[in-house]
């Protein structure tokens, strides 16, 4: 059995690995984003978390929409159907680019709401601006994210990898000069963040969609017209699996949005801490994100051959390595917060006194947040890969809206413990929610394990 864990333990992270640093190419975007706000003020990096959390919000729906892509181009590689390959990307760009569309106009049209939500008008102007230029930038960040799928779901994600380092890069310098003016350019300053970002996310879907057409293996998927490609079935399939995951990730991504909208009610130096707690939890949720991704795909692996035993096995072992990277990173939250926490807000130090502080204290909650915010991410890796897409988005409804939102306005609002009460209440969500995918995994695996009446299986060896 030891034999097992560690061959499935290497079988699992080295297809996990690319996958989590294609994830840190995003979400690096927005912490050099935070980073380099964190040096102009509280105002602008509460607005700046506004403007984020409600991007991030539309794009990770988005994201799921396109999700799908990997799972049936791999089903149609599996049986040679090429044309199909090219229909399925296609129809990925097709609601990429409708999403991106629609959710591009709502970033634009939420200013008003969020004052009647009770946020500060002060940042809520400021966040509006940083929309205003942000918005656009959903449409490469999708086109990206479905060639992303594609690509991984022709087992060919490597090329990714350049790509997170350049644009890791290409942010840094691109902020600096168009923050302070340099090189010729004006000086934007907070809205120079904002540029940076369209620009980044630009830059990556072209580079990256180069890079597919100069692999002979991806090429042939992306030639011939969009008329010759276009498939109303193909679109159809995208949708009827897509919809459900972007239900579910719009549900995760909704639940810590309307967090940050209640912890806005508190003041900006919260929700200043709010942004950049948000930030620094999110760093290590692609850790997780990437093993979802890869436990998903060999427990289909694994249920495709009627191994329902070592599906099960797979699903341990993909939460257990979740588990196991979040208490490694709990470490230095534990020995250092305050010094991780002026990584962000290092300027100016003593202005920002009371956020750094904050901040600093809501790490030792996120300690312990993490490991259940990586089990319920890895949860709806492993019930996608027994079949079941509904069933996740159901049990976010409960963990998230009727046992993590309620909580969080108890303990932070009703019972006046303030962030720290709100940051608890939603550890109290993702645990709920972790608990209840367990089961349901568990549950789901043991009915693949019962024959039906009158039929023997026979159980794959593993």
Avoid at 351 to 378: C, E, H, P, R
Wanted: hydrophobic content about 55%; glycine content about 12%.
């Amino acid at each position: 059995m030891t034999g097992w864990w560690i061959t499935n333990s290497r079988n699992l992270l080295a297809l996990a690995f690319p996958l989590i640093l294609t994830n840190f190419a995003y979400v690096a975007l927005t912490t050099v984003d935070i980073v380099m706000l964190g040096r102009l003020g509280a105002l602008e990096i509460a607005a700046a978390g506004l403007a984020i959390t409600l991007f991030n919000q539309l794009r990770t729906t988005g994201t799921g929409l396109v999700t799908g892509v990997g799972n049936l181009v791999a089903e149609a590689a599996a049986r040679g159907d090429h044309r199909r390959i090219r229909e399925l990307l296609f129809a990925g760009f097709f609601w990429a680019t409708a999403g991106g569309a629609v959710f591009g106009v709502a970033l634009l049209s939420i200013g008003p709401l969020l004052v009647l939500l009770g946020q500060d008008p002060a940042a809520v102007a400021k966040a509006g601006d940083f929309l205003m230029i942000l918005a656009p930038g959903m449409l490469p960040c999708l086109w990206f994210q479905n060639l992303r799928h594609f690509t991984t779901g022709l087992k060919r994600p490597g090329p990714l990898l350049a790509i997170t380092i350049v644009s890791i890069g290409l942010t840094i310098a691109l902020n600096y000069v168009l923050i302070h003016g340099k090189l010729g350019l004006p000086a934007f300053g907070f809205l120079g963040v904002a540029i940076a970002t369209v620009t980044v996310f630009l830059l990556s879907f072209l580079a990256f969609a180069v890079v597919v057409r100069r692999d002979g293996t991806l090429r042939p998927y992306t030639e011939g017209s969009v008329r010759g490609v276009w498939s109303s079935e193909a679109v159809g399939s995208v949708w009827r699996l897509g919809l459900p995951i972007a239900g579910t990730y719009a549900s995760e991504a909704g639940f810590f949005s309307v967090l940050t909208l209640l912890v806005g009610t508190l003041g900006v130096e919260a929700l200043a801490a709010q942004t950049v707690l948000n930030q620094i939890v999110y760093i290590v949720f692609m850790i997780s994100a990437g093993i979802s991704h890869a436990a998903s795909i060999h427990i289909s692996d694994a249920v495709g051959a009627g191994a329902h035993a070592r599906a099960r096995r797979l699903g341990l072992l993909g939460l257990a390595w979740g588990v196991i990277a979040t208490l490694v990173v709990a470490v230095p939250y534990l020995l250092m917060p305050e010094t991780i926490v002026r990584l962000f807000l290092s300027a100016g130090y003593a202005a920002n006194a009371d956020v750094i502080a904050l901040t600093a204290s809501g790490l030792l909650i996120a300690a312990v947040m993490q490991i259940f915010d990586a089990g319920q991410n890895i949860g709806n890796g492993i019930l996608r890969g027994v079949g079941d897409t509904a069933g996740p988005f159901r049990i976010s409804l409960i963990g998230y809206w009727l046992i993590g939102l309620p909580a969080g306005w108890l303990l932070g609002v009703s019972a006046g413990w303030g962030v720290h009460g709100v940051w608890i209440g939603q550890t109290v969500g993702l645990a709920a929610t972790a608990g209840m995918l367990l089961a349901a995994f568990l549950r789901r695996v043991g009915r693949l394990e019962r024959p039906p009446i009158g039929h023997l299986t026979t159980e794959v060896s593993s």
